[in-house]
């Protein structure tokens, strides 16, 4: 590896969900639904939440599994990103209670919210560090990411159009500099969709025309608010266009990938996605049934199931997609 050839590449994974499943049939007794229409709109059985677990548990013991994987030392990591739209404070970050618990004094360590697309967004973070040589720098060679995501704090669970989609989880990666790994990103934003999927701050606080500060009144529970119509059609347009793009930079072809991850928002989107690609099914792995929308865990939650099982291998070609709040979208794809 030289300076001008370092890549950066996932090295090990971890992830952990709360054990209470949350069910269908519990959900029919809390909102006017059913377990047909979840299954059909969604694809979803059941989703795990925990809502009085601290992000913090649930982040560090996904970190901790992905370290152990790594063989690595705490203190060889130094930079820690982690992705959260749920943290439990504004501040500090949930990247520095995550370097704090693991002891990773070397790593410097911050937040990302990117919403669902927190995972790549990050990895993109982390691509660039590795890949850059920088004047009076430490060399960045290993960055942890985790992804946790305490949504059931921040369901509605009076709103059957939301409750029935989201759930608790926590997903990591190790990654490291080396030949192989990332080919292609292609990252985007669209700032005017952003009203899509809100979840307002406690209190609001806005600056008037001449000056003056208005704070509104405290929200008493901020649930997140979400358009799912419109996210839907943009999910569906906004994945294929990253996906079509992410693959032509890297220089592939759909066919030539052993696995596309997609981002676990609903069955229906990921067949939308398939169709409109020419995917092949089998290639499109989902946890969606068993954990629903976990938002940024989704994606790191899966890759740690697929490597724990032992279907990926060493030198796969995986394109990975994410789309969320902001709205947000982008797309990795990387070698194993
Ligand atoms: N049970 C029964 N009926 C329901 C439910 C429910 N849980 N939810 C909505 N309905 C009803 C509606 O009231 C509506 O009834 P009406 O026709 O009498 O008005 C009907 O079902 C159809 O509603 P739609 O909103 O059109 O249903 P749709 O097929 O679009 O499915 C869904 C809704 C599942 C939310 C879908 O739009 C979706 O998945 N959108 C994407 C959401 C998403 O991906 N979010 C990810 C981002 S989240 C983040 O970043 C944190």
């Excluded at 090990?12 to 949350?22: D, K, N, R, W």
């Excluded at 994945?239 to 997609?262: H, M, R, W």
């Excluded at 690609?277 to 790191?300: E, M, Q, W």
Aim: with cysteine; charged share 20%; aromatic share 6%.
């Amino acid at each position: 590896m030289t300076e001008n050839n370092r890549r950066a590449r996932i090295l090990a994974t971890g992830s952990y969900v709360p054990e209470f499943a949350l069910t269908n049939e519990a959900l029919c007794r809390m909102v006017d639904t059913s377990d047909e229409w979840i299954r059909e709109r969604t694809g979803i059985r059941e989703r795990r939440i925990n809502p009085n677990l601290s992000n913090r548990e649930m982040a560090s013991t996904a970190a901790k599994r992905a370290l152990e994987m790594s063989g690595l030392s705490p203190l060889d990591l130094d930079m820690i990103i982690c992705s959260t739209i749920t943290n439990d404070n504004y501040t500090p970050s949930l990247a520095c209670y995550v370097q704090g618990d693991l002891g990773a004094s070397n790593a410097f360590a911050f937040d990302i919210n990117a919403g669902c697309s927190g995972f790549v967004y990050a990895m993109e973070n982390a691509s660039a560090f590795i890949s850059s040589s920088r004047p009076n720098a430490k060399a960045v060679n290993h960055v942890l990411i985790v992804c946790s995501e305490n949504l059931s704090r921040i369901t509605d669970y009076t709103d059957r159009s939301s409750c029935v989609l989201f759930g608790d989880g926590a997903g990591a990666v190790i990654v490291g500099a080396d030949e192989v790994g990332v080919l292609a990103s292609y990252m985007r934003a669209d700032g005017k969709g952003a009203n899509s999927i809100v979840a307002p701050a406690l209190t609001a606080a806005t600056v008037t025309e001449d000056g003056r500060v208005e704070t509104a009144p405290p929200v008493e529970k901020p649930g997140l608010v979400m358009n799912g119509r419109e996210v839907y059609r943009f999910a569906v347009r906004a994945v294929p266009e990253a996906f079509e793009a992410g693959l032509k930079l890297a220089g592939l072809t759909a066919d030539q990938l052993d696995y596309a991850i997609l981002h676990q928002a609903n069955l229906r989107i990921i067949n939308a996605v398939i169709d409109r690609l020419g995917l092949d099914p089998a290639k499109v792995p989902f946890t969606i049934d068993r954990y629903g929308n976990t938002s940024s865990a989704c994606i790191p939650v899966l890759l740690d199931e697929m490597n724990r099982s032992g279907k990926l291998k060493r030198g796969d070609k995986l394109a990975i997609a994410g789309f969320g709040s902001g709205l947000t979208y982008g797309v990795i794809v990387t070698e194993w």
